[in-house]
């Protein structure tokens, strides 16, 4: 296809090197990368037709898909053969009102996502048996889902000119699942054909209809949806997440050349919205779980027209195991999809990227109906399924880089031991705090040990109608308090651009790494804080994480709090020195294994420490049923001062 001529015209551009002794990257002017490629090779003339555009093998091309291996396709067709037996899920109005009435968004979104699971799993049972049988439910499934009034959820139908409560059918508005489920459809389209012509000519013709109607006419005739870029709102995963998926509708549905050409240059000019937002560094302010539908997602968007985006962000935040550097609503323990990780890697000539994502895929095992994503299409189900050989082929890579820096993010990570997973682990960022999914956490610092957490970023909880609403920063995990930072004046750090870290440097070295910022910016005026210098410290030598602050305030504070969150036992009973304990044998009075020890100087503070129940469905599968808060309180109440605390393995 002449659309793979896109591929080398934009290396140069997505693979420019950052210096890593840079700090945060000033604004910038737009770099327009795609947009001016789209114009340089005459798109009009280099687009392939949709009845030329064969991404993948159809249900027709039968030595593709009986070339899998049979384990895996004996999986699939159980799968197809379980769905079978199952309902369609009912999606009543009254479940879609609960987000209005009660805040739960998560009750009519399982109803909705086990709609398009089913879906998924019942074409991927035909496409590897090929014998017709799950042809008819999968016309159920494609006529249900036609009939919807909303494709999206109950949190995004507020983009109505009607606001929230029900969806408006006469005013479609595109959110991730619409986009989602337009892409899901138009795959279903194109893999199956004329399988489901023969149930009824009116199934592809209603499908098509309504993909266009919900989909390719919204998003081509309205430039008003923030997401796209055209508004003053800033971007952030939305835009490659829904961009991804209008251009597989695009590609594979739609049959007029002009809108067709149209179509494809608007999600260039939007994509350039989120390419211009995005930081040299390559960094995800949203966070390692959210890297994968926002520059994993451009890079879906590239790979449709066979082109490809550089950075390995989702390596450079890896601390081990399934744990990650979480920022923002990221949750500490991510599963990257390991064919993504290693197309990626493919694409930009990074074989550790690719490395990684064999590993990934030896850890979790050959993929399966399990690894099918609930509510997605099928742009990454298929190549999954078809490159599974060239995957296994490449050498597993563990990413265990001895130190870390994103500039513009202000991330900062390091090892003790470079290479190896032992020892302890240490990051801490700066920023500010109106990134996307943004925490109040400036200067936040977590420790981890031998790949296992000290203190950590507990992440966020389960999304409800708080989440994303002026309400956010009532929620426990977005408040300053809970992450490793101090508390002034009994104030937190507040939301918005403003409140930033200033003066960030960066120091790598071969026995210490470290990062100082002054946190005072993030604090509001009256905490009255006018330098709250920090610096973080990882000693390998010594082996410690050390904390040191220098502090000066406007006035005599009533209170300085620190504040270590931790998933582990603490017992602060021995002044100067608390102990963290891992569950096992009762060494310490703290019942428990010692395993680290933090320590203070007992005349400038007295430690205390609270544990707060962990019930979130989100939060309990990572954390158990508690976390503990250290407070480290200050005993003087000084306009100034200096301290420090030190993190290491416990005599």
Same mark, same amino acid.
Request: aromatic fraction near 8%; charge should be neutral.
């Given at each position: 296809? *002449?659309?793979?001529?896109?591929?080398?015209?934009?290396?140069?551009?997505?693979?420019?090197?950052?210096?890593?002794?840079?700090?945060?990257?000033?604004?910038?002017?737009?770099?327009?990368?795609?947009?001016? *490629?789209?114009?340089?090779?005459?798109?009009?003339?280099?687009?392939?037709?949709?009845?030329?555009?064969?991404?993948?093998?159809?249900?027709?091309?039968?030595?593709?898909?009986?070339?899998?291996?049979?384990?895996?396709?004996?999986?699939?067709?159980?799968?197809?053969?379980?769905?079978?037996?199952?309902?369609?899920?009912?999606?009543?109005?009254?479940?879609?009102?609960?987000?209005?009435?009660?805040?739960?968004?998560?009750?009519?979104? !399982?109803?909705?996502?086990?709609?398009?699971?089913?879906?998924? #799993?019942?074409?991927?049972?035909?496409?590897?048996?090929? *014998?017709?049988?799950?042809?008819?439910?999968?016309?159920?499934?494609?006529?249900?889902?036609?009939?919807?009034?909303?494709?999206?959820?109950?949190?995004?139908?507020?983009?109505?000119?009607?606001?929230?409560?029900?969806?408006?059918?006469?005013?479609?508005?595109?959110?991730?699942?619409?986009?989602?489920?337009?892409?899901?459809?138009?795959?279903?389209?194109?893999?199956?054909?004329?399988?489901?012509?023969?149930?009824?000519?009116?199934?592809?013709?209603?499908?098509?209809?309504?993909? #266009?109607?919900?989909?390719?006419?919204?998003?081509?005739?309205?430039?008003?949806?923030?997401?796209?870029?055209?508004?003053?709102?800033?971007?952030?995963?939305?835009?490659?997440?829904?961009?991804?998926?209008? &251009?597989?509708?695009?590609?594979?549905?739609?049959?007029?050349?002009?809108?067709?050409?149209?179509?494809?240059?608007?999600?260039?000019?939007?994509? #350039?919205?989120?390419?211009?937002?995005?930081?040299?560094?390559?960094?995800?302010?949203?966070?390692?779980?959210?890297?994968?539908?926002?520059?994993?997602?451009?890079?879906?968007?590239?790979?449709?027209?066979?082109?490809?985006?550089?950075?390995?962000?989702?390596?450079?935040?890896?601390?081990?195991?399934? !744990?990650?550097?979480?920022?923002?609503?990221?949750?500490?323990?991510?599963?990257?999809?390991?064919?993504?990780?290693?197309?990626?890697?493919?694409?930009?000539?990074?074989?550790?990227?690719?490395?990684?994502?064999?590993?990934?895929?030896?850890?979790?095992?050959?993929?399966?109906?399990?690894? %099918?994503?609930?509510?997605?299409?099928?742009?990454?189900?298929?190549?999954?399924?078809?490159?599974? *050989?060239?995957?296994?082929?490449?050498?597993?890579?563990?990413?265990?880089?001895?130190?870390?820096?994103?500039?513009?993010?202000?991330?900062?990570?390091?090892?003790?031991?470079?290479?190896? !997973?032992?020892?302890?682990?240490?990051?801490?960022?700066?920023?500010?705090?109106?990134?996307?999914?943004?925490?109040? #956490?400036?200067?936040?610092?977590?420790?981890?040990?031998?790949?296992?957490?000290?203190?950590?970023?507990?992440?966020?909880?389960?999304?409800?109608?708080?989440?994303?609403?002026?309400?956010?920063?009532?929620?426990?995990?977005?408040?300053?308090?809970?992450?490793? &930072?101090?508390?002034?004046?009994?104030?937190?750090?507040?939301?918005?651009?403003?409140?930033?870290?200033?003066?960030?440097?960066?120091?790598?070295?071969?026995?210490?790494?470290?990062? !100082?910022?002054?946190?005072?910016?993030?604090?509001?005026?009256?905490?009255? %804080?006018?330098?709250?210098?920090?610096?973080?410290?990882?000693?390998?030598?010594?082996?410690?994480?050390?904390?040191?602050?220098?502090?000066?305030?406007?006035?005599?504070?009533?209170?300085?709090?620190?504040?270590?969150?931790?998933?582990?036992?603490?017992?602060?009973?021995?002044?100067?020195?608390?102990?963290?304990?891992?569950?096992?044998?009762?060494?310490?009075?703290?019942?428990?294994?010692?395993?680290?020890?933090?320590?203070?100087?007992?005349?400038?503070?007295?430690?205390? %420490?609270?544990?707060?129940?962990?019930?979130?469905?989100? &939060?309990?599968?990572?954390?158990?049923?508690?976390?503990?808060?250290?407070?480290?309180?200050?005993?003087?109440?000084?306009?100034?001062?200096?301290?420090? %605390?030190?993190?290491?393995?416990?005599?």
């Amino acid at each position: 296809m *002449k659309a793979l001529s896109l591929c080398p015209l934009l290396f140069p551009f997505l693979l420019a090197p950052t210096p890593d002794s840079a700090l945060a990257a000033s604004p910038r002017p737009p770099r327009h990368l795609l947009e001016r *490629k789209a114009a340089a090779i005459g798109l009009s003339q280099a687009l392939a037709s949709a009845d030329a555009f064969r991404p993948y093998p159809r249900l027709t091309d039968r030595e593709a898909w009986t070339a899998l291996p049979d384990a895996q396709r004996r999986a699939f067709v159980a799968e197809a053969e379980r769905q079978l037996a199952t309902e369609w899920a009912i999606l009543p109005a009254t479940r879609f009102l609960d987000f209005v009435r009660d805040g739960n968004r998560a009750r009519y979104e !399982s109803l909705l996502f086990s709609r398009r699971g089913k879906l998924a #799993d019942l074409v991927l049972g035909e496409l590897v048996e090929g *014998k017709g049988r799950f042809t008819d439910a999968i016309a159920d499934g494609v006529w249900l889902i036609c009939e919807e009034s909303y494709w999206g959820v109950p949190a995004h139908v507020g983009a109505q000119r009607r606001g929230s409560g029900l969806p408006d059918v006469t005013e479609p508005t595109v959110d991730l699942f619409a986009a989602e489920t337009g892409a899901l459809l138009a795959w279903t389209d194109y893999l199956l054909g004329e399988r489901l012509d023969a149930v009824h000519p009116l199934v592809r013709e209603r499908l098509r209809l309504e993909v #266009d109607r919900r989909i390719l006419t919204p998003n081509l005739d309205r430039d008003d949806f923030w997401w796209m870029g055209f508004t003053p709102r800033e971007v952030n995963n939305w835009n490659p997440w829904i961009n991804s998926n209008w &251009l597989a509708s695009v590609l594979l549905l739609e049959r007029d050349p002009g809108r067709r050409t149209r179509s494809v240059e608007k999600i260039a000019r939007s994509l #350039d919205r989120f390419v211009d937002a995005y930081p040299d560094d390559g960094g995800c302010d949203e966070g390692p779980s959210y890297w994968g539908r926002a520059g994993a997602s451009l890079f879906e968007s590239l790979e449709l027209l066979r082109a490809a985006t550089g950075g390995r962000y989702i390596a450079r935040v890896y601390i081990a195991g399934d !744990s990650y550097v979480p920022m923002g609503d990221a949750s500490a323990r991510v599963s990257p999809e390991p064919e993504l990780v290693f197309r990626y890697g493919r694409a930009v000539g990074d074989e550790a990227l690719a490395g990684f994502g064999t590993l990934l895929a030896s850890r979790r095992g050959p993929y399966g109906p399990a690894d %099918v994503p609930r509510y997605g299409s099928f742009a990454r189900v298929l190549p999954a399924l078809l490159q599974a *050989k060239d995957l296994v082929a490449v050498r597993p890579v563990e990413p265990l880089d001895g130190e870390v820096w994103l500039p513009d993010l202000q991330l900062m990570a390091a090892r003790q031991r470079p290479g190896s !997973s032992q020892g302890l682990y240490v990051a801490a960022w700066g920023g500010h705090n109106a990134q996307s999914h943004n925490h109040n #956490d400036v200067g936040n610092v977590i420790v981890y040990a031998d790949g296992r957490p000290l203190l950590v970023d507990v992440g966020a909880p389960e999304y409800t109608s708080r989440t994303f609403s002026p309400r956010r920063y009532e929620i426990w995990t977005m408040q300053s308090q809970w992450h490793t &930072l101090p508390a002034v004046n009994g104030f937190d750090q507040e939301a918005g651009a403003e409140h930033r870290a200033r003066d960030v440097v960066f120091k790598p070295g071969r026995d210490a790494v470290r990062l !100082s910022l002054d946190l005072a910016p993030a604090y509001p005026v009256e905490a009255r %804080v006018t330098r709250w210098r920090r610096e973080v410290t990882l000693d390998r030598r010594k082996g410690e994480v050390v904390l040191a602050e220098d502090y000066l305030l406007g006035e005599a504070p009533e209170s300085v709090r620190l504040h270590f969150v931790t998933p582990l036992a603490a017992d602060v009973s021995t002044p100067g020195r608390v102990v963290l304990s891992r569950p096992g044998p009762p060494a310490v009075s703290a019942g428990g294994e010692a395993s680290h020890v933090l320590l203070y100087d007992a005349t400038r503070f007295a430690a205390s %420490v609270e544990q707060k129940r962990v019930d979130d469905a989100r &939060l309990q599968p990572i954390w158990g049923d508690r976390l503990y808060r250290i407070v480290l309180t200050a005993r003087a109440k000084a306009l100034r001062g200096t301290h420090r %605390v030190v993190v290491r393995a416990a005599p």
